[in-house]
C-alpha cells in the first residue's frame, strides 16, 4: 500500500508538468456498509475551451486511474475533457467489483451533471478491459445520460460462465495472475467465492440486455482469449443496435488504428468544445 502511495504521488507530481495538467478531486461517497467514503478522480481539461464535452474513462482489473493518460492525451487533443476513476474493486475505488458496483459511476454521473466548468449533461464513458463490462452495464441503467460508451474489450455473460472462466485462467494476454487479480477485485477468498461472484454478474441474467441502451461502440482482438469474442455478439443480438469493431489481434485488439478509431467515434457523438469568444 505504501508503494501504490508513492506511485500516486510522483504520477501527480509529475503530471504538474504535462501539457494537460490533472487536478485530483474528491468526492464524498456514500454506499453501502464497508465501503469507503471518497471517490478520488483525476480530471483534465482541454486549452482554451469552455464547458467543454467530458468523457469519464477507467481501466481493468489491474490498470488504475493513472494509466489512462494516453486515452486522456489523444481525447484532450481533440478538445474533450476527461475524467479517471478507478475501476470498482481497483486502485482507490471505495466498492468492490459486485453486482451493484455501479454506484460508485452514478455520483460521478451526477457530479458531471451539475458541474459549472464541464457539460457533463450527458457525457461518454470509455472501460479498458473488464472495465468494458461497466460501460455496457450503466448505458442499459441509465441510456439518457449517456451520449456514448465504448467496451474495449469488456464482457458481459459468456465471460463469466465456469467454462469460460476455466478455459481462460492462463491467457496468454495477462503475465501475472488473472484469477487472483481478480478475486482481490471482487472481495472472493477461493474459488468456488470467484465462480459464484462471476456468474452473479452477468449482464443476460440480471434481464438488462433487452432494454433500450445509450450508443454503445464494442471494441476488441477477434482473437481475444480472456474476454469471449462471443460476449459481442450477444450483444448485438439484444436491445438497441450496437457498433462493433474488431481488429486482428487479442485481448483489447491494440493496434495503431485502435484507439483512433475509439476516440473519433466518442468525438462525432459528443457536443463540440466552445471556444472563449462563442
Same mark, same amino acid.
Given at each position: 500500500? %505504501?508503494?501504490?502511495? !508513492? ?8 503530471? *504538474? ?12 461517497? %456514500? ?5 469507503? =467514503?471518497? !471517490? ?11 464547458? #467543454? ?17 494516453? +486515452? ?9 475533457? @476527461?475524467?479517471? +476513476? ?6 482507490? =475505488? ?33 472501460? %479498458?478491459?473488464?472495465?468494458? /463490462? ?27 460462465? *465456469? ?6 485462467? /492462463? #491467457?496468454?494476454? /495477462?503475465? +501475472?495472475? !488473472?484469477?487472483? @487479480? %481478480?478475486? *482481490? +477485485? &471482487? ?6 467465492? /470467484? ?16 432494454? #433500450?441502451?445509450?450508443? &454503445?461502440? !464494442? ?8 474476454? #469471449? ?19 486482428? =489481434? ?29
Amino acid at each position: 500500500e %505504501r508503494s501504490a502511495v !508513492l506511485e500516486r504521488t510522483a504520477y501527480l507530481a509529475a503530471a *504538474r508538468h504535462f501539457k494537460w495538467p490533472i487536478e485530483r478531486v474528491t468526492l464524498p461517497f %456514500r454506499g453501502l456498509p464497508g465501503d469507503g =467514503s471518497e !471517490l478520488v478522480l483525476l480530471v483534465r481539461r482541454p486549452s482554451n475551451a469552455v464547458r #467543454p464535452p467530458v468523457v469519464l474513462m477507467w481501466g481493468g482489473v489491474d490498470a488504475w486511474k493513472e494509466q489512462m493518460t494516453a +486515452m486522456s492525451d489523444a481525447l484532450l487533443a481533440r478538445g474533450i475533457a @476527461t475524467v479517471a +476513476m478507478d475501476n470498482a474493486g481497483t486502485g482507490e =475505488s471505495p466498492v468492490k467489483g459486485d453486482t451493484t458496483g455501479e454506484r460508485q459511476f452514478l455520483p460521478v454521473l451526477d457530479w458531471l451533471a451539475a458541474s459549472s466548468e464541464l457539460n457533463g449533461s450527458r457525457v461518454g464513458l470509455l472501460g %479498458r478491459s473488464f472495465g468494458g /463490462y461497466w460501460v455496457s452495464k450503466l448505458a442499459h441503467l441509465v441510456p439518457e445520460r449517456i451520449a456514448g460508451g465504448v467496451s474495449w474489450g469488456g464482457g458481459a455473460h459468456y465471460m463469466f460462465q *465456469r467454462d469460460w472462466i476455466e478455459a481462460s485462467r /492462463y #491467457p496468454d494476454s /495477462y503475465l +501475472m495472475e !488473472l484469477v487472483e @487479480t %481478480r478475486c *482481490r +477485485m &471482487l472481495g472472493a477468498h477461493d474459488d468456488e467465492e /470467484y465462480f459464484a461472484a462471476f456468474a452473479r454478474l452477468s449482464l443476460l441474467d440480471q434481464g438488462l440486455l433487452d432494454r #433500450p441502451c445509450a450508443p &454503445l461502440l !464494442l471494441v476488441n482482438g477477434k482473437d481475444d482469449r480472456q474476454c #469471449p469474442i462471443a460476449d459481442v455478439h450477444l450483444l448485438t443480438e439484444h436491445g438497441s443496435p450496437k457498433c462493433v469493431r474488431l481488429f486482428p =489481434s487479442g485481448h483489447m485488439g491494440h493496434t495503431p488504428q485502435t484507439l483512433p478509431t475509439i476516440v473519433d467515434w466518442l468525438v462525432q457523438l459528443l457536443p463540440a468544445a466552445e471556444s472563449p469568444s462563442s
